[in-house]
């Protein structure tokens, strides 16, 4: 799950489930009963229509079939971080078959969880940061190192053996940190989040743009690596292609928890203290 919406409005963003209606006119090659996922149209700031809701409104070009050996929870649990995970290594410029070395923030988490099997399935080297407790399981999803985050001593550990790219879904005071671990040439991908509000209050928007001004230019003179702040696309072929590697068993979804949809706001907030291993499913009930 993720809270995507205005207070305002119906939040929520994934969704999965079966296709009640077309609009007449509506151009897709999907019909009536189909079981589907992807992104709920509230996913766009803009937009009222979220997913935490028996009914959601969907852009049919943000959907795609689910194959019958993919559940609904499973597919639930893909879309915005799936897909900011597959995305983001693409703008990193992280082809498959390359060997390069891969630095993933919080590797334990929703993004963090698809990102590391996503780049180990493209034949990368990957290094992720999380705690002690969680080192055996990314080890299984196919990580090949696990920076103990609480050490403190990324730099000291990696200046020497720097990485290619990084994909960073924390920001603030720590991309500091993992700028000085690229290569010069290397890439950095900023997942947007408040990481900067976290640790620098109400300047951290400032501090952020002036972060972002400071390594254009530098990248601009080829004197350090580029960052690209990154923010996920609907896109319909895309989750084809994700929930495709899972009925493969290529992939797999990480749910910590399941909860019914009457316990949003209280999964939310499980969320938002940033200890979820991998995403958290809210479950609609149908009506007798």
Known sequence: MRRCSMPSQVSGCDFAGTVAAIPEGTETNLK???RVYGLADGWAPWASDGSFAQYTVVTAA???RIPEKVSYTDAAGIPIAGLTAWQA????GLEAGSGKRVFISSGAGG?????VQL???RGLHVTTSASPANADFLKE????EVYDYHKKNLVELYKNNPFDAVIDSRGGKEQWELRRVLKRQGALVDIMNNGYLRDYGRAGRLVQGYSYL???LTAAVRLGPSITPFFVKAHGQDLTQLVGLVAEGKVRVVIDRTLPLGEAAAAHDYMTK????GKVVLLVEEDN
């Open 32 to 34: 009536v009963g189909d």
């Open 62 to 64: 943000n959907a795609a």
């Open 89 to 92: 290594l693409d703008v990193a």
């Open 111 to 115: 993004v963090g969880t698809f990102a």
């Open 119 to 121: 780049a180990k399935l």
């Open 141 to 144: 999803l196919g990580a090949d």
């Open 214 to 216: 400071r390594q254009k």
């Open 274 to 277: 940033g200890h979820a291993k």
